[in-house]
């Protein structure tokens, strides 16, 4: 069947709307996990967002709700991405360069740069879902414009890589028709064509706003997110939601329905997965004398962003953990390729402020447990680290991977 349903985007006194239509099929919702402020995961299919609770179907086939203020976070297993083709399909025509802008809050926009002749200090931008918008340059993170095979990470000082590969590093004073770069007090204004991706070393400020993870790309900070049933359309399948962006400032449509909720960060403040903390330490044990870095998956395609760490022990890996840290869970797990033979004794300790650890949790993974949940109170401790110890061959079984690891803080 056809349903019609759409996001109302409101700011101020502005109405944001675009009519459409979305094709849907009768079929159960996607499943999702729902993020308790215990890290406990709950799984089942979301039913509907009310303005205190969450209603879900459990994984026996029960409507069950939740409050939202117990909730963290709610996401899908599927992957979370955003590309220049979504920057297409997410954005009006009529001049401009495709892109994908990212904020120092983690709000995710494909759309268009829009390329002023005098830009001042400020980003202008256009997106479909939210119309036409500026920001200061000091909220942006990065400006992609072009899908390119170079090392785009967080860069130390603003930095901008050409369409030849080129690297330029400086202070970024402007993004209109040039890209107006400083170097070493030389201005360097570079035709905005020839510009594949733009960072500003601007450090990330997590909002205090819900960050909903759209299908399509989009992560955007939202101050009311609610569903509406549709009169006669009881099902959940029929609902539709409502929401007041952020950076909404025209009005404008946009069409969405449950089913295009990758996932909500309810308290994108209160989460740090532990991929985004750099490993403070690596050391080999049990005589080992060499142990390779922690390897972290990529980030942009999983749930919020939790990436995966896998270590190779026995080793003890060490991260300083950021102010108001109180709780770390993840899912321990032996490599698929060592279910069956595998083994490791894991450790999770916490140390205090004059530097002595405790431990806080453990596991013993084997062929018939190859997986554990961890949760462990972390309050007050300055330095997380877990230990991977080997039973039997240790130097060649001792291998766990981290799925979804993060620490939980007070804001």
């Known amino acids: 069947m056809n349903t019609r349903c759409s996001i109302i985007v409101a700011t101020g006194a502005s109405l944001f709307s675009i009519a459409g239509t979305a094709w849907a099929q009768d079929s159960a919702p996607a499943r999702m996990v729902i993020l308790d402020r215990n ?53 009006e025509g009529g001049g401009g360069l495709p892109g994908i802008l ?22 202008s931008w256009r997106s479909r879902r939210i119309g036409q918008f500026s920001i200061p340059l000091e909220r942006a993170s990065s400006v992609l414009l072009a899908d390119i095979p170079t090392d785009t990470t967080k860069p130390q000082r603003d930095a901008a890589i050409l369409s030849n590969h080129d690297r330029v590093e400086g202070f970024v004073e402007a993004i209109g028709k040039q890209l107006v770069i400083e170097v070493d007090k030389q201005k360097n204004p570079i035709p905005i064509e020839r510009v594949a991706w733009i ?64 996932a909500i960060l309810f308290d994108p403040r209160a989460i740090v997965p532990l991929a985004d903390i750099p490993v403070e330490s690596t050391t080999g044990l049990q005589g080992r004398r060499w142990t390779p ?93 877990i230990e991977v110890r080997g039973k039997a061959y240790s130097d060649v079984q001792a291998r766990v991977t981290l799925r979804q690891p993060m620490m939980m803080r007070r804001p």
Do not use: C, M
Request: no cysteine; net charge negative; glycine share 8%.
């Open 199 to 262: 960072g500003l070393a601007n450090p990330a400020e997590p909002g205090s706003l819900p960050l909903v993870f759209l299908s399509d790309g989009s992560v955007l900070s939202t101050s009311e997110l609610s569903s509406v049933v549709p009169a006669g359309k009881p099902t959940p399948q029929s609902t539709t939601a409502t929401a007041q962006w952020a950076l909404a400032s025209e009005s404008g449509t946009g069409v969405i329905d449950l089913d295009a909720i990758d």
């Open 293 to 385: 870095t922690p390897e972290i998956s990529a980030s942009d395609t999983v749930p919020i962003g939790l990436a995966s760490i896998s270590i190779s022990g026995p080793a003890q890996v060490d991260w300083k953990l950021p102010s108001g840290s109180v709780k770390f869970g993840a899912e321990f797990a032996l490599p698929p390729d060592a279910v069956a033979w595998g083994n490791a004794l894991i450790s999770v300790l916490a140390s205090d402020a004059s530097g002595a650890f405790s431990e806080v949790a453990r596991a013993d993974l084997s062929a018939e447990r190859p997986a554990a949940e961890i949760v462990a109170d972390v309050t007050g401790a300055q330095t997380l680290r």
């Open 39 to 91: 890290l406990q995961r709950i799984s089942g299919s979301l039913e509907r967002l009310a303005p205190k609770t969450i209603q879900y179907t459990d994984a026996s086939g029960r409507s069950r709700s939740i409050d939202r203020a117990r909730v963290l976070a709610l996401y899908s297993e599927r992957g979370h991405s955003a590309s220049l083709p979504s920057a297409l399909a997410s954005a």
């Open 102 to 123: 990212r904020l120092t809050d983690g709000q995710v926009v494909p759309g268009f740069l829009v390329t002023p002749d005098n830009p001042g200090e400020t980003i």
